[in-house]
């Protein structure tokens, strides 16, 4: 089951296969979890988003139409769309959370074995970014996430946001811009 093809697995989910769902699962999960961690940084939130993602897969199936995108960029829509109501729906703290914690609690990978110096260097410039990506509006911060991070296409993300493709490029445009100039500024 792990060769077949994302369309493939989506008619066995519609058949209520739990294993088609756990190898899209497999698939998908890790990435999906960055953006929404990425886009809300709380490791929470982005947990039970993922788990309602998938949720929401296993019961609206048969709504996905190869003809409207792929299942990736489906599944980011809906994804986006949980990830935007949660955070509507309450205020929640922003707290900076370095992604590299998350796979390092994950792995049980042990840090201090690498060079103290180049590690150092490495996370603070890590921290630099993640603090200038989380200045940006949300979305500014939404499209370089989306692009940038997650390798979607400009077509399936004005798919996902109903926004048209020339306004993203611009907005993914506008976010470097802006993502570089907190940079500088944060600099000194």
């Given at each position: 089951?792990?060769n077949?093809?994302?369309?493939?697995?989506?008619?066995?989910?519609?058949?209520?296969?739990?294993?088609?769902?756990?190898?899209l699962?497999?698939?998908?999960?890790?990435?999906?979890?960055?953006?929404?961690?990425?886009?809300?940084?709380?490791?929470?939130?982005?947990?039970?988003?993922?788990?309602?993602?998938?949720?929401?897969?296993?019961?609206?199936?048969?709504?996905?139409?190869?003809?409207?995108?792929?299942?990736?960029?489906?599944?980011?829509?809906?994804?986006?769309?949980?990830?935007?109501?949660?955070m509507?729906?309450?205020?929640y703290?922003?707290?900076?959370?370095?992604?590299?914690?998350?796979?390092?609690?994950?792995?049980?990978?042990?840090?201090?074995?690498?060079?103290p110096?180049?590690?150092?260097?490495?996370?603070?410039?890590?921290d630099?970014?993640?603090?200038?990506?989380?200045?940006?509006?949300?979305?500014?911060?939404e499209?370089?996430?989306?692009?940038?991070?997650?390798?979607?296409?400009?077509?399936?993300?004005?798919?996902?946001?109903?926004?048209?493709?020339?306004?993203?490029k611009?907005?993914?445009?506008?976010?470097?811009?802006r993502?570089?100039?907190i940079?500088?500024?944060?600099?000194?």
């Amino acid at each position: 089951m792990l060769n077949y093809t994302d369309e493939e697995l989506i008619e066995l989910i519609n058949d209520r296969n739990t294993k088609a769902l756990k190898v899209l699962y497999e698939r998908y999960n890790m990435g999906i979890f960055n953006f929404i961690l990425r886009y809300t940084n709380n490791k929470e939130i982005a947990e039970d988003v993922l788990q309602e993602t998938f949720t929401r897969v296993w019961f609206a199936s048969h709504t996905f139409n190869i003809s409207k995108g792929t299942l990736k960029a489906w599944l980011f829509t809906i994804s986006l769309n949980i990830t935007r109501n949660e955070m509507s729906k309450k205020q929640y703290a922003y707290n900076y959370i370095d992604i590299e914690e998350v796979y390092n609690e994950e792995s049980g990978l042990d840090e201090e074995l690498n060079e103290p110096d180049y590690l150092l260097e490495e996370m603070e410039t890590k921290d630099r970014i993640n603090k200038a990506i989380d200045m940006l509006n949300p979305y500014l911060r939404e499209i370089l996430l989306l692009k940038h991070f997650n390798g979607l296409k400009f077509r399936e993300i004005a798919d996902m946001t109903d926004t048209p493709e020339g306004t993203l490029k611009a907005r993914f445009h506008n976010a470097l811009k802006r993502l570089k100039e907190i940079l500088v500024e944060t600099e000194n």
